[in-house]
């Protein structure tokens, strides 16, 4: 059981946006900034937003996060084959004295 | 470019200890640290703990305290991560990830190591 709250999958056809909610508590997101990671099967994680909403370099415009109190979202705009992986939220938790993840969402291009 | 480069596949027998090493390259080592997080097959990720270049301090995670031990050989910018008791269910690919800074773990890991294969079973 993983401490924060990720959908198993999203789906959406190419060009569309797919959203991929986060979903923890004031010990950890309400209170620490929250990052995205990209897995491709077989392969190391990669990070696609870091502080909550920052993208570092090489990584597209298309991809943008946010947070709201205990919950952050990463957004996917213009859906690409290429997106398809898993990704994971991951944070501080205060209370845990953790690094924290969410158990991952597959994101499918229909 | 930045590298951090582990060790290769190890298979062991529950009880045995298993230690894996991450080099890192083309950066200042002093100024990050170090975490380990592992992915058992088919699951998410899981955070084992953190050592830093910067000051030498150390944490593990709740689940691993009392069997992960985490060194670092500054001459050599090596991490060296060891798991003892090993169970069957510590085969899991095992990660070395550079963290942002190397003042604590609290932020995002920007570099990752390839990942090493750790398979327990007697």
């Known amino acids: 059981q993983s401490v924060l709250t990720q959908p198993p999958s999203v789906s959406a056809a190419p060009g569309q946006k797919v959203t991929i909610s986060c979903s923890g508590s004031n010990s950890n997101i309400g209170n620490n900034y929250v990052s995205w990671y990209q897995q491709f099967p077989g392969t190391a994680p990669k990070v696609v937003i870091y502080d909550n909403n920052q993208r570092p370099s090489g990584i597209p415009d298309r991809f943008s996060g946010s947070k709201s109190g205990t919950s952050a979202t990463l957004a996917i705009t213009g859906l690409r084959s290429v997106d398809e992986a898993d990704y994971y939220c991951?944070?501080?938790?205060?209370?845990?004295?953790?690094?924290?993840f969410g158990g991952g969402t597959k994101v499918t291009v229909l | 470019q930045i590298q951090l480069v582990q060790s290769g596949p190890e298979m062991k027998k529950p009880g045995d200890l298993v230690t894996v090493s991450c080099k890192a390259s083309n950066y200042t080592f002093t100024s990050h640290g170090i975490s380990w997080v592992r992915q058992a097959p088919g699951q998410g990720l899981e955070w084992m703990g953190w050592i830093s270049a910067y000051n030498g301090n150390i944490h593990y995670g709740q689940n691993f305290q009392d069997r992960v031990t985490m060194t670092i050989d500054s001459s050599t910018n090596t991490v060296y991560m060891q798991l003892r008791s090993l169970r069957s269910d510590d085969t899991a690919v095992y990660y070395c990830?550079?963290?942002?800074?190397?003042?604590?773990?609290?932020?995002?890991?920007?570099?990752w190591g390839k990942g090493t294969t750790v398979t327990v079973s007697s």
């Open positions: 991951g944070t501080w938790d205060g209370s845990l004295r953790d690094k924290v």
């Open positions: 990830a550079r963290e942002w800074t190397g003042k604590n773990p609290y932020f995002h890991m920007d570099v």
